[in-house]
């Protein structure tokens, strides 16, 4: 537990264990001089979404204590192995994408393990922002998902924090089985999944993004005093269909993200390896194209893209 800051008005620094692993998470937990609730911040669930893991130290670094009404806890890397081994979506412990293993399970796998040290700081919280990202092989428009699961009061929580996010674009998600949010509004914290940066690069607009979302989160919630800044009106997607290979080949996408999709409009192709084409991949949905594939290599079953739809 991250516990060592348990006097107010204090930022402690350290590595959370997990249990069975050889894994440490460096965290950062700020004490607000003022009694409050308790905020959760994680960047790096995915190793290769660099903006999120920089916001989160950024954010460590600026949070000032004594402004601060209750507590935030910073995972600055939430998946160290996936980071160092520069991974995308996957933790070289095991195989797993550890954004599918929530709540996991403290006696499972390696990622099983972590998962189930995240939720034991998640039981502390209130809240729960999960910053990602395109990963290494994704482009992205930004976006911010919140789950459309737990009591009206979480859901409209969630709905909040993620207008105060300032990304225009919002998913309201019916769920990903294991991911983050969802496991979160079965515990009845609002969260959020705030995506931002693509296809490895650390870029410091995208960054920028995810730390002045996590500031207005913090003035819309109180942990800060002042009013979050004000966004103009998002666009609200109910639904984000998730196109994959059907085997494996060379990837020519046909679209980008931001462009608009009619339904059965040509996406992409997968040729093989003299060029000839193995599959015509056509949208699915009518809608905007929040995700790409951009890697040349595509294996049986890999995402190629997604449409948001209302
Ligand atoms: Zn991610």
């Known amino acids: 537990m991250a516990q060592a800051g348990t006097v107010a008005g204090t930022k402690v620094r350290g590595y959370l264990e997990v249990p069975g692993t050889q894994v440490e998470i460096p965290y950062t937990d ?39 009404h209750g507590r935030v806890i910073v995972l600055h890397l939430t998946n160290p192995p996936a980071f160092w081994g520069k991974m995308q979506y996957w933790n070289p412990l095991d195989g797993k994408n550890l954004n599918r293993c929530f709540p996991g399970d403290p006696e499972g796998s390696a990622s099983e393990r972590m998962a189930a040290r995240v939720i034991q700081e998640l039981r502390q919280a209130n809240y729960w922002i999960d910053m990602h990202g395109g990963d290494i092989h994704e482009e992205l428009v930004p976006f911010t998902i919140f789950s459309d699961h737990g009591s009206a009061e979480v859901r409209e929580t969630a709905e909040n924090m993620a207008r105060a996010y300032g990304i225009p674009r919002l998913i ?67 639904r984000m269909v998730w196109s994959r290979a059907s085997q494996q080949g060379f990837w020519r996408p046909k679209v980008h993200p931001g462009d608009r999709v009619a339904a059965g409009d040509l996406a992409g192709i997968l040729h093989d390896a003299y060029g000839d084409t193995l599959d015509e991949v056509r949208s699915q949905e009518a809608g905007e194209v929040l995700f790409t594939a951009s890697s040349f290599a595509i294996g049986d079953d890999d995402p190629l893209f997604a449409v948001a739809a209302p």
């Open 30 to 68: 700020v004490r607000g001089a003022a009694d409050g609730p308790t905020l959760l911040l994680s960047g790096g669930v995915h190793g290769g979404e660099y903006p999120g893991i920089a916001a989160a130290i950024e954010v460590a670094s600026r949070l000032d204590p004594q402004q601060l």
């Open 172 to 238: 309201r998600s019916s769920s990903v089985a294991g991911g983050s949010y969802a496991a979160a509004a079965e515990l009845g914290v609002p969260a959020i999944l705030p995506e931002s940066g693509q296809v490895g690069q650390l870029d410091p607009v995208a960054q920028a993004i995810h730390v002045q979302g996590v500031f207005d989160v913090l003035h819309l919630l109180g942990f800060l005093s002042g009013d979050p800044t004000p966004h103009s009106a998002s666009q609200v997607y109910t």
